[in-house]
């Protein structure tokens, strides 16, 4: 049975750090790993993707220079490290996959495997 499962989420000070991880079960060729996130009242939305063929990686405007997406194939994980966090950051962060994917898309209704989500806390 294919899951991807999260964990990492938490509570931190704006400008601290949290690393999300993120195990696929099978972690396929051709997959593609999408970090999503959800505020309250607010549709979820794209942070980071990564494509586990060649590690090729895209962001969000938000997230890019200040969040790291990565992949540790030996491990079936894709990890988000965040950094410089602010209270707008502040979310359940769902991890998803996109089996057999080359272009990795920012849009949810791609992504068919989702995770029950981790949340981050961002006090200012």
């Known amino acids: 049975q294919e899951y991807v499962a999260e964990s990492g989420g938490g509570a931190v000070r704006a400008g601290g750090s949290l690393r999300l991880s993120c195990t696929h079960s099978?972690?396929?060729?051709?997959?593609?790993m999408g970090w999503f996130r959800q505020r309250p009242g607010k549709e979820r939305e794209f942070v980071a993707s990564?494509?586990?063929?060649?590690?090729?990686?895209d962001y969000t405007r938000s997230a890019r220079g200040r969040f790291t997406i990565s992949q540790d194939l030996a491990k079936n994980t894709v990890y988000l490290q965040m950094d410089s966090l602010k209270p707008e950051d502040a979310a359940m962060y769902y991890c998803?996959?996109?089996?057999?994917?080359?272009?990795?898309?920012?849009?949810?209704?791609?992504?068919?495997?989702w995770g029950s989500g981790t949340q981050v806390t961002v006090s200012s």
């Open positions: 099978t972690f396929p060729a051709d997959l593609c």
């Open positions: 998803a996959a996109d089996p057999g994917a080359w272009i990795c898309a920012i849009e949810t209704k791609y992504y068919r495997v």
């Open positions: 990564i494509r586990s063929e060649d590690g090729k990686t």
